[in-house]
């Protein structure tokens, strides 16, 4: 088989934790803080600060936006 084919770049912020089998598009941008749940499919983009899980994936619970919050 012969044609084209695409990748886009997947950018990956800083403090994110993925559960096993997440499964994740070209093109997608996952914001910092986030937690991903296991067996998620990320369809769009996910916003700073959030756990998400689903398919397709989307934010369930906002977090604090610093460690201090937690205190």
Known sequence: M???ELGLSIIIGENCWFGGGVIVC???IVGDN???GTGSVITK???NNVV???NPCR???N?????NDLL
Request: glycine share 14%; hydrophobic share 40%; net charge neutral.
């Open 59 to 61: 934010a369930v619970k």
């Open 52 to 54: 998400a899980s689903g």
């Open 26 to 28: 070209p093109g997608i």
């Open 45 to 47: 983009n996910i916003p």
């Open 2 to 4: 012969k044609g084209l």
């Open 63 to 67: 977090l604090p936006d610093n460690e």
């Open 34 to 36: 986030v937690t991903i």
